[in-house]
């Protein structure tokens, strides 16, 4: 069953309540995982008390770019602010690499000066309370992504994901090391953490960069755009058609082929009628309409662009 259209107010008060859950778990894991580390001296743990201590930034950068968006269209920004999310996700993926990079060199260096972990006991009940804590706040970023179409909220909950993998494995190395004694289990899950650290800032700065740069929208939806006008009775045909993402909320234009005996009232009627259908599938979204008499020849961008593919 599909889920009734959020109106923005609602859209931007779920936003605003999921970037401060947010803050408040990082803020409290990285406490928590701060007293670990030291605790056990595991650099396992140490590796995600720093991934949580730049959770506490990217997730402040992401309230800030979410109550941002937030912000009505102005004089000097007709489109709106919703890029100011994709510009967070960018940010929060160089300090994910960041964090990532300076867990390499720490685990380099105790390839060479090794150390025994202590109290591993303490570093599995806090890394298990962390685990559910994570788990807990990414199935609220879920729903509310689902809801909103957030990027900056879909990249925070991107980042935890990871944060569970690796939860998971410093509580598998934490045990290995209690069981049979073996240090360098912990080293080695520290490495395979920074791996996955700089494996998901890639893919962040490269969805954040794509709706910064104006990318297409999925074939999915511009197929979906393409039906519902064409199944439309007055309609007589489609061309043209751009599409991006503002943040969140969609943009469509194109090149609607009308009657061209149509007096200009008729054309402008029958294009709201369209536009409204396009709306109950996409609320929120913005869309511009251009008319045209069908069976017109003129220059086509959709012709340019398979011009350009050759």
Same mark, same amino acid.
């Given at each position: 069953?599909?889920?009734? &259209?959020? $109106?923005?107010?609602?859209?931007? $008060?779920?936003?605003?309540?999921?970037?401060?859950?947010?803050?408040?778990? $990082? =803020?409290? @894991? $990285?406490?928590?995982?701060?007293? /670990?580390?030291?605790?056990?001296?595991?650099?396992?743990? @140490?590796?995600?008390?720093?991934?949580?201590?730049?959770?506490?930034?990217?997730?402040?950068?992401?309230?800030?770019?979410?109550?941002?968006?937030?912000? %009505?269209?102005?004089?000097?920004?007709?489109?709106?602010? /919703?890029?100011?999310?994709?510009?967070?996700?960018?940010?929060?993926?160089? *300090?994910?690499?960041?964090?990532? !990079?300076?867990?390499?060199?720490?685990? *380099?260096?105790?390839?060479?000066? %090794?150390?025994?972990?202590?109290?591993?006991?303490? #570093?599995?009940?806090?890394?298990?309370?962390?685990?559910?804590?994570?788990?807990?706040?990414?199935?609220?970023?879920?729903?509310?992504?689902?809801?909103?179409?957030?990027?900056?909220?879909?990249?925070?909950?991107?980042?935890?994901?990871?944060? =569970?993998? +690796?939860?998971?494995?410093? !509580?598998?190395?934490? =045990?290995? =090391?209690?069981? *049979?004694?073996?240090?360098? *289990?912990?080293?080695?899950?520290?490495?395979?953490?920074?791996?996955?650290?700089?494996?998901?800032?890639?893919?962040?700065?490269?969805?954040?960069?794509? !709706?910064?740069?104006?990318?297409?929208?999925?074939?999915?939806?511009?197929?979906? !755009?393409?039906?519902?006008?064409?199944?439309? &009775?007055?309609?007589?045909?489609?061309?043209?058609?751009? +599409?991006?993402?503002? /943040? /969140? +909320?969609?943009?469509?234009?194109?090149?609607?082929?009308?009657? #061209?005996?149509?007096? @200009?009232?008729?054309?402008?009627? @029958?294009?709201?009628?369209?536009?409204?259908?396009?709306?109950?599938?996409? &609320?929120?979204?913005?869309?511009?309409?251009?008319?045209? %008499?069908? #069976?017109?020849?003129?220059?086509?961008?959709?012709?340019?662009?398979?011009?350009?593919?050759?």
């Amino acid at each position: 069953m599909s889920l009734k &259209p959020l $109106s923005k107010q609602k859209c931007d $008060s779920l936003k605003k309540t999921a970037a401060i859950a947010s803050i408040s778990l $990082s =803020v409290g @894991l $990285s406490l928590l995982k701060t007293f /670990g580390a030291l605790y056990t001296g595991s650099l396992a743990v @140490l590796s995600s008390m720093i991934d949580s201590l730049a959770d506490i930034f990217a997730s402040s950068i992401t309230f800030i770019a979410v109550k941002f968006s937030s912000k %009505p269209a102005t004089a000097d920004h007709r489109y709106g602010y /919703g890029k100011a999310e994709a510009l967070s996700a960018l940010i929060q993926s160089a *300090f994910i690499a960041g964090s990532g !990079i300076f867990v390499m060199y720490d685990g *380099f260096s105790r390839i060479f000066y %090794p150390r025994q972990l202590e109290q591993t006991d303490i #570093g599995i009940l806090i890394m298990v309370i962390s685990l559910i804590a994570t788990i807990a706040l990414i199935l609220f970023q879920k729903y509310v992504t689902k809801r909103t179409a957030s990027q900056a909220i879909s990249a925070d909950s991107a980042h935890y994901t990871v944060d =569970v993998l +690796t939860n998971i494995s410093i !509580i598998i190395s934490l =045990v290995v =090391v209690k069981l *049979f004694q073996i240090s360098w *289990f912990d080293t080695l899950t520290a490495f395979v953490i920074s791996s996955y650290l700089l494996k998901n800032a890639y893919h962040l700065a490269s969805d954040a960069v794509k !709706i910064l740069m104006d990318a297409e929208l999925s074939d999915e939806i511009r197929l979906n !755009i393409i039906n519902i006008v064409k199944e439309s &009775p007055f309609a007589k045909g489609i061309h043209d058609l751009r +599409t991006r993402d503002l /943040g /969140g +909320t969609y943009m469509f234009e194109f090149h609607l082929e009308l009657d #061209g005996e149509l007096s @200009l009232y008729a054309a402008h009627d @029958l294009t709201d009628l369209i536009e409204e259908d396009i709306l109950a599938a996409y &609320p929120n979204a913005q869309i511009i309409i251009h008319q045209d %008499p069908a #069976g017109i020849k003129e220059e086509r961008l959709d012709q340019k662009i398979k011009y350009n593919r050759k």
